[in-house]
């Protein structure tokens, strides 16, 4: 049979380096920032909501991908 290794047996993921990204999200701000758009009125929710879809998209994407400018 083969072994499995068990999940103490398994290497630690290394330390994610500060981003040097501008762009980039950490988990502790986004809870912010979603705290922060939650308190804010409807329509400026709203926008706040799409802004911060963008960013997110783009830092899933890579960037690699333009914005679309439909509005």
């Not at 083969?2 to 040097?20: D, F």
């Not at 939650?38 to 783009?58: K, M, S």
């Amino acid at each position: 049979m083969t072994e499995h290794p068990t999940p103490a047996a398994r290497a630690a993921p290394a330390p994610r380096a500060p981003s040097t990204d501008a762009a980039t999200i950490e988990p502790a701000e986004l809870v912010s920032t979603l705290d922060a758009i939650g308190n804010q009125p409807l329509e400026e929710r709203a926008a706040a909501y799409v802004q911060l879809h963008e960013r997110l998209r783009d830092q899933l994407e890579g960037g690699d991908v333009p914005r679309s400018t439909d509005a």
